[in-house]
Structure formats: structure tokens, C-alpha cells
């Protein structure tokens, strides 16, 4: 196969890359580009672990190819934190303790983001709803959609 030759922007750094036609964008990212908070979890769009965001929509990377990343803009977990100041989120993630093995907790934080841009003052529901596509098995829910709803509070100003 030959490769392809794809520009996008990854967390706004114009990138470029080869890649196989058949290629994933969640193998591009982690092999390629060395974005490893991007984690693969099932390969089949069930557990959201692989969670990116593509001109600003929540994707699987596992579903998507390599190949379609071509003059989009895509989000990952990377771009999430300011240098060293972390995103509300990721605090939040932090001091509720809504995080255990780590496996989920990137694909959590890139669809919470993509929820609080879409909607800043989600009710509890529509946080569990908006999270449904990501699995974890290590704690219970209820930590991570507290964090969320006191991140959505704190970027309000609430």
C-alpha cells in the first residue's frame, strides 16, 4: 500500500503526516504523533476511551481513519491543559477523585469538554446522558459527573 500524505491541526499545531490508507487516526496519534493520552480500550467504538474531538464533534478515533484527518481539526487530552495550568476539568477530575486506573479518564475529560462547549450549564441528566459512550470499570459514575457539573459550575463563574 502507499501512504498518504494528510495536513491537519492537532490541538491547534498545524501537523502533518503518512499514513496507511487503512490506518486508524487513534494509531496515527499514539504511534505515529506520540500522542499517547489517547487510549485504545475496545477498537470498536463501544468504551469512548479513544475519545477525540474532530472539528469540534466527540469521535472514536478507533472508527475513524487516519486518512479522513486530512484538513480537520482534531482534540485530544494533550491539548486539554494550558502548559502547566490544567483545564477546570482536570482539576475537578483530581479533587472529586473521579479517576482510578486511568484507562477511561482521557476519553471522560475530552467528551466532558466537548459537552461544556456545546453546553455550559448541562443538567445532571444530560451529563450522564452526554458520558453514556464512555465505559469505565473501575469506579462507580457518580465521582465523574460530580466533577463534571462543579467544572460546568466554576467556568461559569457560578
Known amino acids: 500500500m502507499s501512504k498518504h500524505h494528510v495536513t491537519t491541526k492537532i490541538n491547534g499545531d498545524e501537523t502533518e503526516f503518512l499514513c ?6 487513534l494509531d496515527v496519534l499514539r504511534n505515529q504523533l506520540g500522542l499517547t493520552g489517547t487510549k485504545e480500550g475496545c477498537s470498536t467504538g ?3 476511551a479513544c475519545s477525540v474531538t474532530v472539528d469540534g464533534r466527540l469521535v472514536c ?6 486518512v479522513e484527518a486530512n484538513g480537520k ?7 486539554m491543559a494550558k502548559g502547566e495550568k ?6 475537578k477530575f483530581l479533587s472529586h477523585a473521579a479517576l482510578q486506573c486511568g484507562i477511561c479518564t482521557p476519553g471522560f475529560l475530552v467528551a466532558a469538554k466537548a459537552l461544556l462547549d456545546k453546553n455550559p450549564d448541562p ?12 465505559l469505565c470499570r ?3 459514575y457518580d465521582k465523574i459527573v460530580r ?3 462543579d467544572a460546568a459550575a466554576e467556568m461559569r463563574g457560578a
Open 20 to 25: 496507511e490508507t487503512d490506518e486508524t487516526l
Open 46 to 48: 463501544d468504551c469512548g
Open 61 to 66: 478515533s478507533c472508527l475513524m481513519l487516519g
Open 73 to 79: 481539526s482534531i482534540g485530544t487530552i494533550e491539548g
Open 86 to 91: 490544567l483545564h477546570p476539568l482536570q482539576e
Open 123 to 134: 443538567s445532571e441528566t444530560e451529563v450522564r446522558y452526554w458520558l453514556a459512550g464512555n
Open 138 to 140: 473501575c469506579t462507580g
Open 147 to 149: 466533577a463534571v457539573m
